[in-house]
């Protein structure tokens, strides 16, 4: 007679389920927390990235940081660039996704044109708009000729009233897919028999959109509000292709991810003398703990509107 099979231990009961998340948790370990705990403890320190000479200072490259004024400056860029960006996205965007969700003659066709700028990696969007927008070469000047705005011709990445508006051009660009692919699945997903209620007691298209339609996208709002937030506070690859890792002019452009670029490799000259590692690692740290901050308290907010509503 075969011997029964032992019964699994309490342990296993309670705490086998661990095993299943034990890779997963081994690879995050490794490939996110070790890196981020080695990080935090070279921004303890002066090391300025060439050689062995570095000195323990403690916090002193954070305290550094809240009065340096560069910080300040190129967040202040980032924060420009997420407001323009958000109004961008929750206005032609939405509108877009509304129009493509009539379900129009070439809908596949227009969805994959308005697609195609967010598959293009960011540095190949800043070399085509640097050619475009090229005084010598560009396209952009001779079509507001031929239409009749040369007055507007311009040197547009070198002038200061111009070149944060082509970045902020150029990565809204780059960008409305996203926009239009959330809301329009948020659209789609709007039970048809509301519409038709609210229709039947009387509401026209506009009431229906804004009272039926609009509050059911609250959701898709929060996602892209959230995501906007993350991505626009990452901006690095259009700056740095379009007006240098100076952020030109005169810093006009300078944003925090070409800041610490900068910081902890050098400028266009790549000075030794104008490298700090150690300090830039600290300013990475500490804009990821205030973004942390601030997308917590985004989804806290827009989570509660979405029950309210």
Known sequence: MPASPKPPSQFS????????????????????LLPLALAFGISLTNWSGLGNDLKFIGLANYSEILTYWPFYRAAFH???????????QHSVGLYLAVLLNENPRFMQFYRTVLFLPVIMSLVATGFVWTLML??????????????????????WLSQPGTALAVI??????????????????????????????????????????WRIVFPQLSPAFT???????????RTFDVVYVL?????????????????????????SSFSSA?????????????????????CWGLIRILRRREIEG
């Open 243 to 267: 007006t240098g890792p100076l952020g030109a002019p005169n810093y006009g452009t300078d944003v925090l991810g070409t800041l610490i670029y900068r910081t902890a490799f050098g400028g």
């Open 78 to 88: 980032n924060a420009i660039i997420f407001v323009a960006i958000l109004i961008f």
């Open 168 to 209: 902020i051009f150029v990565t809204a660009w780059n960008s409305m897919g996203w926009s239009i692919i959330i809301y329009l699945s948020g659209l789609q997903n709007v039970p048809t028999e509301l519409k038709q209620a609210a229709e039947m007691d009387g509401a026209n298209s506009r009431q229906v959109f």
């Open 274 to 294: 104008d490298i700090r590692f150690a300090f830039g690692v600290a300013m990475a740290l500490l804009m990821m703990l205030i973004m942390a901050a601030i």
């Open 223 to 233: 996602a892209l509000t959230v995501l906007t937030f993350i991505g626009t506070f």
């Open 13 to 32: 009961l309670r705490y086998g389920h661990l095993w299943f998340v034990l890779p997963g948790f081994v690879f995050f370990l490794a490939v996110m």
């Open 134 to 155: 090229s005084p010598n070469i560009g396209l952009v000047n001779p079509m507001l000729d031929a239409i009749g705005l040369g007055f507007l011709k311009g040197q």
